[in-house]
């Protein structure tokens, strides 16, 4: 029988720029985010978590991008959704110091490392999934659609 998990991954934007994450070890870089733990939150609630765990970074959801599907293993389904997310402009902010502390003293965390990235600057990395480097025209095409799943219009 295989397992099933269902991740929230978060679209960081500030400033026409994207933040992505690397694991330790790792050589490609993605969006932060994790496994949700619905008998305690909602999606939306697993999106805002998992950047502040990831990154120490508090965000806002602004609307769903995309769902996708991806096999592991002959084990392992993952259905990942994609939200577009805002720093909180309520909420302080880390430092890159305090940013650079957390990484580092989180014994269960894989995150190594990360960056805000330009579009032009995402042409000399590998990303996964690959659609993150369209972020900037996935958000234009998108910006007029009405979100059902956090009545966002």
């Known amino acids: 029988m295989k397992k099933l998990r269902v991740i929230a991954r978060a679209l960081v934007v500030k400033d026409n720029k994207i933040l992505l994450v690397r694991n330790k070890g790792a050589k490609f ?20 978590r998992e950047v502040a765990e990831e990154t120490s970074y508090k965000v806002v959801v602004d609307r769903m991008m995309w769902l996708q ?13 994609f939200w577009l997310t805002s720093l909180d402009s309520n909420q302080q902010q880390p430092t890159d110091e305090q940013i ?6 989180d014994p269960n965390g894989a995150v ?9 600057s995402l042409e000399d990395i590998t990303v ?12 234009k095409e998108q910006s007029n659609i009405t979100d059902p799943f956090i009545g966002i219009s």
């Open 100 to 105: 650079k502390k957390h990484i580092d003293l």
């Open 128 to 139: 996964f999934p690959k659609r993150v480097k369209e972020y900037q025209q996935l958000i």
């Open 69 to 81: 599907e991806f096999h592991e293993s002959d084990q392992s389904i993952f259905f990942e959704t």
């Open 29 to 48: 870089w993605y969006p932060p985010g994790g496994g949700w733990e619905f008998d305690d939150e909602t999606i939306t609630e697993c999106v805002i």
């Open 112 to 120: 190594e490392e990360l960056h805000w990235y330009t579009t032009d």
